[in-house]
């Protein structure tokens, strides 16, 4: 019965369909998620003056952040690859991608009321969506995916032109100056890490690495792995519901 199941689920997702979701992979979805709370928590703190802290300029906070980006993208690479390596179910990849669409213009619409001279037009969720339809075309590579990605982020780090700097181009990256937002997340260099992410995507079907039963994780696992599950809705949810807290905080206890 149980090689049966087995059968069943590996044809299931060469065909594209719902199958057992990698419960390691939600788990350290839910790590990013944790430290993307904290990083937000501690910019809040800062936003309404609890403390001082230089987010745009300290290397400590632009490291952080550095790190949970990545971590996020290359994430979201692996989960690509394995939803789409295999077979593209077009019904559950345009929906999610219409989700994400929508989640996208919720975050524009919310930055412009809240950070009106910072408006958020090309951050992560905006580059999710145009890195997963871009994605599409590198699904079928292996290790060319490994040497492009790294070839893309040594190209977004190191070339800059004033050309770039133009509103138009913001989405590309390669500006010499920085835009004027909360979040920005250009197609180059972060490309790159989510063609690193579909690389190790592949690497986990190639070789079976990740089991993904939940039987044998422990509940802290269980834990994060449902945090990233529910990513998206986290994601969205979270900078209100800090925002909130703040202004009723300050209510009662204004800041010094």
Not at 3 to 13: H, I, M, P, T
Not at 29 to 54: C, E, P, Q
Not at 60 to 83: D, E, K, M, P
Not at 151 to 175: D, M, P, R, S, Y
Request: with cysteine; charged share 10%; glycine share 8%.
């Amino acid at each position: 019965m149980a090689e049966s199941q087995a059968v069943l689920n590996k044809f299931a997702a060469m065909k594209g369909e719902p199958g057992e979701r990698y419960i390691h992979i939600d788990a350290a979805r839910g790590v990013a998620i944790v430290m993307m709370v904290v990083f937000h928590f501690t910019y809040d703190l800062n936003h309404f003056n609890f403390i001082k802290a230089d987010f745009n300029h300290d290397p400590f906070w632009l490291n952080f952040r550095t790190l949970i980006v990545t971590f996020f993208l290359c994430l979201a690479g692996i989960s690509l690859q394995l939803a789409t390596g295999r077979g593209l179910n077009y019904r559950r990849y345009l929906a999610r991608l219409m989700l994400l669409v929508a989640a996208a213009a919720i975050v524009t619409a919310g930055s412009y009321l809240v950070f009106r001279d910072s408006v958020i037009l090309f951050g992560v969720l905006h580059f999710i969506v145009v890195a997963s339809v871009i994605g599409l075309l590198f699904r079928h590579l292996y290790w060319a995916n490994l040497l492009l990605g790294v070839a893309l982020i040594i190209v977004g780090v190191q070339f800059q032109h004033e050309w770039f700097n133009a509103l138009a181009w913001h989405w590309i990256g390669l500006a010499s100056q920085r835009p004027a937002t909360v979040d920005y997340v250009p197609l180059l260099p972060w490309f790159g890490v989510i063609l690193i992410g579909m690389f190790l995507g592949r690497l986990v079907e190639a070789h079976q690495l990740l089991n993904t039963a939940s039987q044998g994780s422990g509940g802290f696992t269980r834990f994060l792995a449902l945090g990233g599950r529910h990513s998206l809705l986290i994601y969205l949810l979270h900078q209100p519901l800090l925002f909130g807290g703040f202004y009723l905080v300050i209510f009662f206890i204004p800041p010094n």
